[in-house]
């Protein structure tokens, strides 16, 4: 329900009917814990200053003439000119009785639009890493988001599988004429990667040779490609495993690689040229762009091709949007790539513009996020200097989780054991970093990640379990009953008004991309009905009509957690 919309659009109406601009902004904000009131316009001050009016008066001429329409009790003016608005208990109770017995709690889609969310993007012949964690997990939420809303997405793992670096491995396995690739696994291949790469550093002749290697493969010989093929099997099915065990969406018919657009990198090219976006220059064909300036003031350039016929990742990418908007038709495109890109693909995204690639429907954002870090705020790396590989971070947390677990029932049933610590364990490492603003940095720690209490999935998945214990010992068929939800005090409309807030909360994430949002307001949500247990009856009520009511009202929180921590990725626990 979106209260906040509704109270925003009348309050609107009434500033217009007072001279105000329509596109003026009233600011609703859910009111703090030290206001009495439910919501509160913020912006009337502002408003009034700008059409030379009297804030306190203007203030009451703008409440007088707002519809309440029933939802709204009452509404008041505080100093120095805010409006507060008291909701209804009865059109809560209304909303409430509604959600109950909606799949989708009576949240309503979106006006459909197809999307394309570019996430996760790991390397070749390289294992996935913690700095892997972000973009993957993020870019899952925001998919499963939009999805739950309405939209048609179009999630794309675009994974770096056509550039230099095969040149450099593919070299390497000939020169030393490694054999049975198919039957090596990625942390040889690695190994292979790292020394390829020390070669070509440090050796002309390599580099040389493996350029050379690079050209074949772009003709397509087929020895060369059958390496390619087998450098990029190895990696993606390792990935694949990550995948599964962290619960994301990505399978195998997402992987949209570099390599996709090999085709049309040519074309791009001289279209480029022909339209006079590029031009040659020592043998390169670089694209000029005035809004790009580097130290010294002058334009930059971005090269699109190598003095040796060879593509950058720039015409990969220049050809990646041209095929999202032109053959995919794209309304929005959602990067989430970190901050250190932005630059980068500001600049991409302008030569397309100028290339006329991108249609005038089509929406273009980048979502960056900041870095993980260790205690000593640095990137979060091993002794070794060496990035912590993804799979051996999950299995770790795994492994905590069955302790904790021990710790509190060292009988449980071996098969329960392992499956519910899988949850709570990959749950934990998804959202602690979901919990997190994606645009900060942040220090991992392995004690806050797995606590009881505070801002955790584990403290979520015991408030779910906690509800579903309830419900199960009320032995109440919710379904049977006629008696509504009826609020009878402050305490049950506070909680109330939080569970219709879960509508805005997806809105708000669909179009600013801040999960973290939706982990405080589970997190608030949980930690409401806490307190309210702790404080009220629910089983032992003697009112019949008021336990139904609690009853009812506890199922929705359990509803809302269900789903919020199904869009985060996150599976429940109805036992801990």
């Known amino acids: 329900m979106k209260i906040k919309e509704k109270i925003a659009k009348e309050t609107i109406k009434s500033l217009i009917l007072n001279g105000a601009n329509k596109n003026c902004d009233p600011i609703i904000i859910k009111s ?153 696994n990625l942390e040889k291949l690695e190994n292979i990667y790292k020394k390829s790469k020390t070669m070509f550093d440090n050796f002309e002749y390599f580099k040389k040779k493996s350029k050379k290697s690079l050209i074949k493969m772009y003709k397509n010989n087929k020895k060369y490609i059958y390496i390619w093929k087998k450098i990029v099997n190895i990696t993606l099915l390792e990935n694949k495993k990550i995948y599964k065990i962290l619960n994301i969406t990505l399978k195998s018919k997402h992987i949209k690689g570099e390599s996709f657009y090999k085709n049309m990198l040519k074309d791009v090219i001289s279209d480029l040229i022909k339209k006079k976006i590029a031009k040659k220059k020592n043998g390169k064909i670089i694209v000029y762009l005035k809004k790009f300036k580097n130290k010294l003031g002058k334009k930059m350039g971005v090269i699109i091709q190598n003095e040796d016929k060879t593509f950058l990742y720039s015409t990969i990418d220049i050809a990646c949007i041209k095929h999202r908007s032109k053959i995919i038709k794209a309304n929005k495109i959602i990067y989430y790539i970190d901050y250190r890109q932005k630059r980068y693909l500001k600049q991409i995204i302008e030569i397309s513009k100028k290339a006329k690639y991108i249609n005038k429907n089509l929406s273009i954002h980048h979502y960056e996020f900041g870095t993980i870090l260790n205690k000593k705020n640095k990137p979060f790396m091993t002794r070794k200097g060496k990035t912590i590989k993804l799979y051996d971070l999950i299995k770790k947390s795994i492994k905590k989780s069955k302790k904790i677990i021990l710790k509190k029932n060292n009988k449980i049933n071996k098969k329960i054991l392992n499956k519910t610590s899988k949850i709570i364990g990959v749950g934990a490492i998804k959202y602690f970093e979901l919990s997190k603003n994606r645009k900060k940095n942040y220090i991992f720690n392995w004690k806050k990640i797995l606590k009881l209490y505070g801002n955790t999935s584990i403290y979520i998945q015991y408030a779910y379990s906690r509800i579903f214990s309830i419900i199960k010992k009320s032995k109440i068929n919710i379904k049977k009953i006629k008696d509504k939800i009826i609020i009878t005090n402050s305490e049950e409309k506070k909680i109330s008004i939080k569970i219709l807030q879960f509508e805005e909360i997806i809105n708000d994430i669909s179009k600013n991309s801040y999960p973290h949002i939706l982990c405080n307001y589970l997190y608030n949500l949980s930690s409401n009905f806490s307190k309210f ?8 009520e003697k009112n019949k009509k008021i336990k139904i009511s609690r009853i009812k009202l506890i199922l929705i929180i359990s509803k809302i957690i269900k789903i919020g921590l199904s869009l985060l990725g996150i599976k429940t626990i109805k036992k801990i």
């Open 32 to 184: 703090s814990k030290k206001q009495k009131s439910d919501y509160q316009a913020n912006g009337i001050m502002k408003i009034a200053i700008k059409l030379k009016k009297n804030p306190k008066e203007f203030a009451k001429k703008i409440a007088k003439n707002i519809n309440k329409k029933n939802i709204l009790k009452k509404i008041t003016i505080s100093n120095p000119c805010f409006i507060n608005f008291f909701v209804s208990s009865k059109f809560i109770e209304k909303e409430l009785e509604n959600m109950i017995f909606c799949k989708r709690l009576n949240i309503k889609k979106q006006n459909k639009k197809k999307i394309v969310v570019d996430y996760s993007s790991p390397n070749i012949a390289k294992n996935m890493h913690v700095g892997h964690l972000r973009s993957t997990v993020i870019g899952d939420t925001i998919v499963r988001i939009m999805e739950f809303l309405g939209h048609n997405v179009i999630r794309e793992n675009h994974i770096g599988d056509w550039g230099h670096q095969y040149g450099m491995i593919i070299t390497y396995i000939k020169e030393k004429n490694i054999k049975n690739i198919s039957k090596m």
């Open 533 to 540: 247990y702790e404080k009220y009856y629910i089983l032992s």
